[in-house]
């Protein structure tokens, strides 16, 4: 098989974004008179997108309560706004990976949970030494993962048949996403979900450095 572009996730994929998370939600529970959450805890907290996250990090007894819930999130909202990227780093490995994938030509996207708007100041924070043809955060008009309409989105404006894209992702969404629309689903084990998940989900392949990708391009 020969491929042409790689769709990255973002949290736990590209960018080890963890602590900047737990700390801005772990803020807001405190404005509003919550405990905070190990940073842990984190891992399965992140991934269908900043309310779900919120309201997992909730007592158990507070997370049906819309009034609650949407208060945190707008806490959450500015408390991170202003603090995103304070601890944020790209994974040891990316920019290698990244080099490489831009030296054979292939084109490479985002698709994320993470609201567009912060998805983007990551893009020119950390990622601005690299062409991402497409970047695709949570807004509105796109579905979220594992709804695959965003990647077959991605196919279109790429101009490249689902089938000749990889999908790297670090949970079961990701996989799940990338098995909807049709790529190939590799699943990253330094991220935050483990290989169970992974594999349970769809991966076809688990990778524990990023330059471990080049060798299923090449198979």
């Not at 990889?166 to 190939?184: I, N, P, W």
Request: aromatic letters at 8%.
């Amino acid at each position: 098989m020969s491929y042409g572009a790689v769709v990255f996730d973002l949290d736990g994929t590209l960018i080890d974004s963890l602590e900047d998370l737990a700390d801005a939600v772990n803020q807001a529970l405190g404005i509003n008179g919550f405990p905070p959450r190990a940073t842990g805890c984190y891992k399965y907290f992140i991934g269908k997108g900043p309310k779900v996250m919120v309201s997992r990090a909730l007592p158990e007894d507070k997370r049906n309560n819309d009034a609650v819930v949407e208060k945190c999130l707008t806490d959450f909202n500015s408390i991170y706004s202003r603090a995103f990227n304070v601890k944020t780093t790209l994974y040891d490995g990316i920019p290698d990976l990244l080099n490489e994938l831009s030296e054979r030509g292939l084109k490479k996207a985002i698709l994320t949970n993470k609201p567009h708007v912060f998805t983007e100041k990551y893009v020119e924070d950390l990622l601005a030494d690299w062409n991402f043809e497409v970047v695709i955060g949570q807004r509105d008009e796109i579905p979220r993962k594992p709804d695959p309409s965003g990647a077959l989105r991605i196919s279109r404006e790429l101009g490249i048949d689902s089938s000749q894209m990889v999908y790297l992702g670090d949970s079961g969404v990701d996989m799940l996403t990338a098995v909807g629309a049709g790529m190939l689903p590799v699943g990253v084990l330094w991220g935050f979900r483990t290989g169970d998940e992974l594999r349970e989900n769809g991966a076809e392949h688990l990778i524990e450095t990023p330059m471990e990708l080049l060798s299923i391009i090449d198979l």
